[in-house]
């Protein structure tokens, strides 16, 4: 393959990343729950963008008294989806 071809390859896959919206949420949610631990009882991994590079993202699971969230995160994330910052922080749980 030429130079110009795996160029043009390269900045197709850059597009359809950039194009594809919930590709960094997804990232993000995986990052939550490598950090974390998978929660026994778990339902799913909600990712709210707010503004910038700022999320909330809530960990849903069942338990006794039915479903809730035992883990809500502030995160600040990187273009890629990696977690800069937690509040609180995302510490190993499970």
Known sequence: MSTAANVELVSEV???????PNLRVDKIRIAVLRALGRP??????????????????NVWAS??????????????AGDDGAILQSE???QKQY
């Not at 850059?14 to 594809?20: L, R």
């Open 40 to 57: 026994p009882e778990l339902i799913r991994v909600s990712v709210l963008p707010l503004w910038g590079d700022k999320f909330r993202v």
């Open 14 to 20: 850059e597009t359809a990343q950039s194009s594809h």
């Open 63 to 76: 338990g006794n008294n039915g479903a809730g969230i035992p883990n809500s995160y502030f995160v600040t």
């Open 88 to 90: 609180p922080p995302i």
